[in-house]
């Protein structure tokens, strides 16, 4: 199942709002969460295949040079995150930032995030 989420200017605050001139657009499968720009040209992903049961390993995060610190590995890493725990599963972080990520915005004892506006 794949489905589309785009985001324009004015959905998102702070310094994601240059990012969101271009009309980026987040694309979802089963394992990898991948954003093209208004090129159509791929600019970053996240990749989180299933290695157990339920356990999904967040394996790489990348963002094309153009497009980095704006924010959009935090959404990549977020939505994968989401996703998985959706679907009842375990995220274990494998890449640096993933687990940057997680110590920052998930609760260790109950799974949470710690701000849902991260």
Not at 31 to 48: C, L
Not at 61 to 73: K, L, Q
Not at 85 to 97: F, I, L, M, N
Request: aromatic letters at 12%; glycine letters at 8%.
């Amino acid at each position: 199942m794949i489905f589309y989420y785009k985001i324009t200017k004015g959905e998102h605050e702070n310094s994601c709002e240059n990012v969101m001139e271009n009309n980026l657009e987040f694309v979802k499968g089963y394992d990898k969460i991948y954003v093209v720009d208004s090129n159509g040209e791929e600019i970053a992903e996240v990749d989180y295949p299933e290695v157990e049961d339920n356990v999904f390993e967040i394996t790489h995060t990348y963002v094309s040079d153009d497009y980095r610190g704006m924010g959009i590995a935090g959404k990549l890493v977020k939505m994968a995150y989401l996703d998985i725990k959706d679907r009842g599963g375990r995220a274990v972080p494998k890449c640096t930032y993933a687990q940057v990520w997680m110590e920052n915005h998930v609760d260790s004892e109950t799974g949470e995030l710690l701000d849902e506006n991260d």
